[in-house]
């Protein structure tokens, strides 16, 4: 999953949705110094990419993809899932997404000090200019991918992943909502952030 759904699936706490991020940042060469609660978002972090990762309809949606995308595509399907998450924002959360988001900018800019170099650039490039505003639309998922693509270290076709899901738009939404429920049930069933 990507950030917002991270950030959806973490408790509302700073510990929390520091933890649930700092998975896309080596977390796991970083536990020494956290505290235990950063360790427990963290491990909510793994959790939820490895249900992703190994979820039938996930592996199967990658077959919207073009040959030469397929490598990618389990990138493109996380950033994806951000945008029908916030296309459905209302059936998984009856607090308004621009409330929510902006409670999350807030928590993350509480830990920023604490996170490793590259993530305290992401988290800050993240609230200040409002990534998940991005994700609401299309070309803004297609812009979000192509600069993926860029910062890839070797030659690759990703670019232009937008024209992939705008083709199956209706069957990857389709995905999403069989999909998400599971994942939101796997992590309530797990529990490994109690609060």
């Known amino acids: 999953m990507n950030y917002l759904a991270h950030l959806y699936l973490a408790k509302p706490t700073a510990d929390s949705h520091f933890g649930n991020l700092l998975g896309d940042f080596g977390g796991r060469r970083h536990l020494a110094q956290l505290p235990k609660p950063v360790k427990f978002g963290l491990e909510n972090h793994y959790l939820v990419d490895k249900f992703t990762d190994t979820h039938p309809l996930v592996k199967e949606a990658k077959q919207y993809f073009s040959p030469a995308r ?14 029908f998450l916030i296309q459905h924002w209302s059936r998984f959360n009856s607090q308004p997404l621009h409330d929510f988001k902006h409670m999350s900018y807030s928590l993350l800019n509480a830990r920023r000090a604490m996170m490793p170099l590259r993530m305290q650039h992401v988290v800050k490039s993240m609230t200040e200019n409002d990534w998940f505003k991005e994700y609401e639309t299309l070309d803004g998922v297609g812009l979000a991918l192509d600069n993926i693509a860029r910062r890839i270290r070797f030659a690759n076709n990703f670019a232009g992943a937008a ?11 389709a995905v999403f909502l069989a999909f998400f429920p599971e994942l939101v049930e796997h992590v309530k069933q797990q529990a490994i952030e109690k609060l």
């Open 70 to 83: 397929k490598r990618f595509a389990s990138v493109a399907i996380d950033v994806a899932f951000d945008h």
């Open 163 to 173: 024209e992939d899901i705008a083709r199956h738009y209706h069957d990857l939404d």
